[in-house]
């Protein structure tokens, strides 16, 4: 959606705000596939498209760059970041691991009033999935994702900041695309449960062990979906064009309604 052209003279703190909103704006299309994977995109274009003059989406962009969510390619514009069977499972591997000790250390440090907040999240989520039916598990970014929820309930501001920056929001362009399995949902939200009740009993051994058993599965279900094929990059509509509803999901546009979910 286009941000108003009002950029005759920007001061400072205006091109910094345009920026800040341009920012996000490729980001969540970044993440929903309306900037595809792999595409190549002019300065140009993208001036067009937000509206806005080529100061703030320089910064916008030098802050993309630097979440490796885009590639500046001088003199063309900028390549959409996408990734290889290979380094998915590779950030999945490290998110393990990480996120993991987010649990451990969640289950020491999180407060009652969080955990609450935690609980009342995972029963709106359980209303959502059963609104579709237990098709999908739709999960947007930060305080309404789970993942998002329990890393930032470590206090743990090194760990806060390598899981939700770069790799985060890497991670949110694909992992959506492959948990479209037969009664995954569900048992994507029976898993949450668990690792929230150990977190509840400060139990942070089993919270670790939880978590890391439930990213596995993941990148297990990943694995299995898509076939290696050397250093070829993905395309995370990939998984819904496999199903038995490919030939109406061909295009490489995400629609607002595909289902975002966090594991």
Known sequence: MPVPPDIAAESPLARTTLADRVFALMQEAIVRGDLAAGARISEAELAARYGVSRGPLREALRRLEGRQLITRIPHVGVRIMALSLEELLQIYEVRETLEGLACRLAAQHMPDAEIAELKALLVKHAEQIAEHDGRVYIQEEGNVDFHYRVIHGSHNAVLINMLCGELYHRVRIYRGQFSITEGRPQQALAEHQRILDAIEARDGELAEFLMRRHIATARANIAARVPPAGSAKLDPTLSKR??????????????????????
């Not at 061909?250 to 975002?260: A, E, F, G, L, Q």
């Open 242 to 263: 496999s199903g038995p509803d490919a030939s109406a999901k061909s295009s490489t546009t995400t629609t607002p309604d595909s289902p975002v979910r966090s594991a």
